[in-house]
């Protein structure tokens, strides 16, 4: 067990308290918690460890240099972990504007910080030191029926969203080239799990299948996404953190590769089983299925190569998709409260990012 400090940021998200949770109950890190708690950010999900004393929160914007500066010296963390981000794609279609305050000038806010932090450390603990960015397969742009992303794909953004992130993963890569910061950049596949914001496609089927209400499908329903649960993304994070080589990118996903129907078919599947008392109306949850107008600039299929991190670093996630979709069901029906506290009326899961 070690005592050093991990500065996360975004821990109060998604998977950032997947990770904080997993930090916490599997390590000896203290952590402290940078979050500015957006409407994506909520402390709930911390619930199970935020009583322990190897944990912190700190609520700061990461674009604010002057605060972020302090949470550093007053911390003194070993290595940042950067998850905070706008992170929805619909809604940088509605309003591009935050995702590039938050996910280019925040991160740049972070870097900037983090590299007066680092000039300043004594020699030992300067080469210990790491940044490790955390982003997404998406920079690369859509994939036809064959082939993989790897590493060395060219960037391709084609949302808000990815464009933002795949500026800001040229921003760590330029902190490292021009002054030498050590950093790591992960770009992960669709992450799935307990905790997930009621927006994002796999919770917000869960709670509408339970509701009776439609099932929105962008589309025809045939974009390939390729799907990780949440605490095999946090276990590679740690894994590239401790073992990555600097400078390094890695690529995070979960060979689980499916359409969109198919994920939602799934749920519905699961669901018929575990909660067979269905909606008035219906006899299987796959009925509320309801094609929706395509999202603008929709992406065809993402698939993600894997092979750097299991060769380099020995990581493979410990989920299957069918193991990992049923512990997520799982969660939501076990925690229908949490559901409820965050839907605290900014959201009420109607659809966002149509354009006109
Ligand atoms: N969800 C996925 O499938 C996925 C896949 C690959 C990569 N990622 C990346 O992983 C990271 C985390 O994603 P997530 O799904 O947990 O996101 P999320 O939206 O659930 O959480 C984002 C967190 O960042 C915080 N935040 C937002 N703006 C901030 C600011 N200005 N200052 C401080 N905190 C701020 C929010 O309060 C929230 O707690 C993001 O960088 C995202 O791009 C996500």
């Known amino acids: ?3 050093k400090t991990l500065l996360i940021t975004g821990g109060a998200g998604f998977i950032g308290s997947a990770l904080i949770r997993h930090l916490i109950e599997n390590t000896g890190y203290r952590v402290v918690n940078l979050d500015k708690l957006t409407y994506a950010g909520n402390l709930e999900s911390l619930e199970p460890v935020s009583g322990d004393e190897r944990y912190v929160f700190e609520k700061v914007d990461i674009c604010d240099g002057a605060e972020v500066r302090r949470v550093f010296r007053e911390h003194q ?7 905070a981000a706008e992170s929805h794609v619909d809604r940088s279609i509605d309003g591009p504007a935050d995702f590039i305050e938050t996910n280019v000038t925040g991160t740049t806010v972070l870097l900037e910080a983090a590299r007066a932090y680092w000039n300043d450390l004594a020699e030992g603990e300067k080469q210990q030191f790491r940044f490790h960015h955390i982003s997404t397969d998406e920079v690369y742009g859509s994939l036809g ?5 790897t590493e060395s794909s060219p960037y391709q ?3 808000p969203y990815s464009a933002s992130k795949a500026s800001s993963d040229h921003m760590v890569r330029a902190w490292h080239e021009t002054y030498g910061l050590p950093v790591l950049i992960t770009n992960c596949s669709n992450n799935y799990g307990p905790y997930q914001f009621p927006e994002k496609l796999v919770p917000l089927i869960i709670l509408n299948a339970l509701a009776g209400k439609p099932l929105p499908i962008y589309g025809r329903g045939d974009q390939i996404r390729d799907w990780l649960y949440v605490d095999d993304h946090a276990r590679a994070l740690l894994r590239v953190l401790e073992q990555g080589r600097i400078g390094e990118t890695y690529n995070i996903g979960g060979h689980n590769e499916k359409t969109n129907l198919e994920v939602v ?7 018929d089983e ?4 269905h909606p008035q109306g219906i006899s299987r949850y796959e009925e509320l299925i309801t094609h ?8 065809q299929r993402y698939a993600i190569d894997a092979d750097k991190i299991e060769r380099e670093l020995g990581w493979v996630p410990e989920e299957t998709f ?5 512990k997520t069901v799982d969660w939501y029906l076990e925690n229908d409260n949490w559901c409820q506290r965050v839907l605290d009326g900014s959201y009420r899961g109607e659809r966002l990012g149509v354009i006109g």
């Open 274 to 277: 575990k909660r067979p008392d």
């Open 157 to 159: 953004p084609n949302s």
């Open 1 to 3: 067990m070690n005592s």
């Open 77 to 83: 963390p070993s290595a940042i972990m950067h998850l």
């Open 322 to 326: 069918e193991t990992g979709m049923v």
């Open 265 to 271: 078919k799934t749920l519905c599947g699961i669901l």
């Open 292 to 299: 929706v107008a395509d999202r603008p600039g929709h992406d």
């Open 145 to 149: 029926p064959e082939g993989m992303f």
